[in-house]
């Protein structure tokens, strides 16, 4: 494609160069914003009288056209061209001659890439948030449908206190309601609009910038010129947030992947999210919460990356920033593949409470709850502890749980045992009991759901 800029340089490249140079292999995503931007930027030219009406009609039509075109898939994108405003640009000046190279005026790419990124990341954050939303209703409702299913709950991935199922899943709920927080942040600062910063420095022809912004519904507009050219913050802040949500979910695959091994077998993935082995017949292989773990790795590089790309840059544009577009696309798109995959998969995925309750009787994990049953028949703590260690030890001797332990072995440890400990020390009774704020009885469950509900 010709270049635009000829003027000091006799614009003759080298083609390996045009293409190390150009853009519009990847800024292609954002036509739309890029025309979005464009009519708001010319109907702010007639409104300050530097276009005429009809100047600014043809210019609408014309962009108007060239969308639906791209839209349709009639008009292709020109590989050899610079980037996709100077694709647009050309296009326009094809399509309705000379008056299309009017609407450049007081304006520069640099304020142009920098609205069209935000629009552009606006628009995708929302489709991000829907998901996590749905995730989260996803998670509510396996929650309700488990609340009664019993699990241990880990520290050290040693069992240590039963919790419910419900319990454990929302705790996930509560990290993809703050990653929506945090993405409602960030989009609250990136809703300015650089539009008008022009080169670097603004312009000297009486424009309104306050017209354009809220045209294209931003809340306001960057206040200083090099800054509005400049800043990238808004990328990193989104690129941030999206390497936390894709932590969030490779916790949550990790664990996936081990509830569904045979050494815990605590839930069944459905098949339609999980691959054979192509040699073992046996296998079912949770492929789809190991590619989001390792999916991780890629959204935490695209963070890096931007980072390192901004930390030497001096003011205003350097070419470097055209760098950012690869990387928040590439973090974008993984996270919504992710998100994709993992919310149909959460919603499929069959609990298997008799595994889960049978894994909790084993860790005696209601040792406690045992020994403050002799303290409420008057034992001393220290003393009740010990005898309760000795019959951990004798249920481990015999094969058994504290549960099922007879009754004549507890009264050969201490003559204070009575029959009302299996219930003192039933499983069900130690999560029932734990109703304090945030704990996993089930007064503090109905709390959670309401919280979280809430926010949807
Ligand atoms: N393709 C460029 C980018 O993505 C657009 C801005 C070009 N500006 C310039 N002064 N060369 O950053």
Known sequence: MAKMWEGVT?????????????????????????????????????KCGILTISECEAITEGLGSILEDISSGKLAFDPTAEDIHMFVEAELTARI?????????????????????????????????????ELIGVLLDQAKAGKNIIMPGYTHLQRAQPITFAHHLLAYGMMFERDMGRLRDALKRMNVSPLGSCALAGTTYETDRLFTAKRLGFDGISENSIDGVSDRDYCVELLAAFSLIMTHLSRFSEEIILWSSWEFKFVELSDAYTTGSSIMPQKKNPDMAELVRGKTGRVFGDLMGTLTVLKGLPLAYNKDMQEDKESIFDAIETVAHCLAVFIPMVATMKPIPENMYRAAQKGFINATDLADYLVGKGRPFRSAYKTVGQLVARCIALGTVLDELPL????????LFDADLYPAISLETCVARRNSLGGCGPESFERQVRYLEERL
């Open 10 to 46: 006799a614009a003759k490249t080298d083609a390996i160069a045009d293409d190390f140079n150009s853009s519009i292999g990847f800024d292609c995503k954002m036509y739309k914003q890029d025309i979005q931007g464009s009519l708001a930027h010319a109907a702010m030219l007639a």
């Open 97 to 133: 001659g000379d008056v299309g190279k009017k609407l450049h005026t007081a304006r520069s790419r640099n304020d142009q890439v920098a609205v069209d990124l935000r629009l552009y990341l606006r628009d995708e954050t929302e489709t991000i948030l829907g998901q996590l939303r």
């Open 408 to 415: 004549e072995e507890y009264k050969a440890a201490d003559e």
